[in-house]
């Protein structure tokens, strides 16, 4: 931990002068991770769509969304819908995967 920590005598207030040492070292490291995740915020992605701006992830969610309604529609038309289990988690999931397949794909 390093010389705060180090005690001389038990009956010192040890545990004190340990516990704001580890204290400071765990605020130096929040704020450094909180800088650090900070900077990326400098602007969003956003598409101009008739002259008004919208954000890339709500596009990319949309189509996510449209993409697993069709593919429902492609299941329940060959009859593997109705051996999909849990039916809504599935294809809620399958929604997010195809949203952030849009995402990686289009944005990068």
Not at 2 to 11: K, N, V, Y
Not at 68 to 88: D, E, H, K, Y
């Amino acid at each position: 931990m390093g010389e705060a920590c180090r005690l001389e005598s038990p009956r010192e207030n040890g545990a004190e002068i340990c516990g704001s040492a580890i204290r400071r070292q765990f605020r130096a490291v929040g704020i450094g991770a909180l800088l650090c995740a900070l900077s990326g915020c400098s602007g969003s992605p956003s598409q101009n769509i008739f002259g008004s701006y919208f954000p890339s992830w709500m596009l990319c969610a949309i189509a996510g969304l449209f993409a697993s309604i069709l593919v429902r529609q492609v299941l329940a038309g060959t009859n593997v819908g109705r051996s999909v289990p849990v039916p809504i988690l599935v294809y809620l999931a399958l929604s997010m995967a195809i949203g952030f397949a849009v995402w990686f794909i289009w944005i990068g």
